[in-house]
């Protein structure tokens, strides 16, 4: 059974803080990840993907992979109320349909202003 | 470029009956995957239809079945319906199979079905 695994939350930070989600997955077949931000009673929206160990940052937010720990990571800089949301992991598993993302339960989000 | 449209928002069913939820998909896009999103989960695959055809699907029952139509829209069809069944459903669209992995899924604002 191939799994993704985030903590639940709620992760509280205030705003201008730095927020670090994070992700655990367990097949290690794992081609791609995908981080979604969702807003409550919306559908999901790309934030970021990557694909290669390291980080790969785009404005305020920067994704991390390794590979090797099975973890991928989302860091928020300068986070601001509008990011509350909740936030989806989720993983492309080599030789699997490309609509086959499995995701993760989620990572709930809070900034304080 | 017009986005991944859903109908209908919100419907509520009974138990045994049947529902029909349909997707409209991106411009350019010709895949098109169904996800079941229950309260406080992550979204699950169900199944994705590339060049009319089903090439890909998840743990659900036969009673969940799909269409794709040549203008790359699509249906997802629920028989017998459950209780278990209230969720909100998600389309996503995506560009044609590529050898990168990379291809990202855009979703629509969703169906949410109520079963009674």
């Known amino acids: 059974q191939k799994e993704v695994e985030q903590n639940s939350g709620p992760l509280s930070v205030p705003e201008g803080a730095i927020a670090s989600l994070n992700c655990t997955y367990s097949?290690?077949?794992?081609?791609?990840f995908f981080w979604y931000r969702q807003y409550s009673g919306k559908s999901p929206e790309l934030i970021m993907f990557i694909y290669s160990n390291g980080d790969k940052e785009d404005g305020r937010f920067t994704a991390q992979l390794n590979k090797a720990s099975q973890y991928v990571s989302l860091l928020i800089r300068d986070s601001q109320p509008s990011d509350s949301a909740t936030y989806l992991c989720?993983?492309?598993?080599?030789?699997?349909?490309?609509?086959?993302?499995?995701f993760g339960k989620g990572t709930k989000l809070s900034v304080k202003p | 470029e017009t986005g991944v449209t859903q109908s209908p928002t919100h419907l509520i069913k009974t138990r045994g009956q049947q529902v029909t939820l349909r997707c409209s998909s991106q411009s350019g896009h010709n895949t098109v995957s169904w996800y079941q999103q229950a309260l406080g989960q992550g979204p699950q695959f169900i199944f994705q239809y590339y060049r009319e055809e089903e090439n890909g699907r998840g743990n659900f029952p036969p009673r969940f079945s799909g269409l794709q139509f040549p203008n790359y829209s699509s249906e997802l069809n629920v028989n017998a319906l459950e209780l278990d069944d209230s969720a909100l459903y998600l389309c996503?669209?995506?560009?044609?199979?590529?050898?990168?992995?990379?291809?990202?899924?855009?979703f629509g604002a969703g169906s949410r079905l109520t079963v009674l």
């Open positions: 097949d290690r077949g794992s081609q791609s």
């Open positions: 989720a993983v492309r598993s080599y030789g699997g349909s490309q609509g086959n993302l499995i």
């Open positions: 996503a669209s995506s560009l044609p199979p590529s050898g990168s992995g990379a291809n990202v899924l855009t």
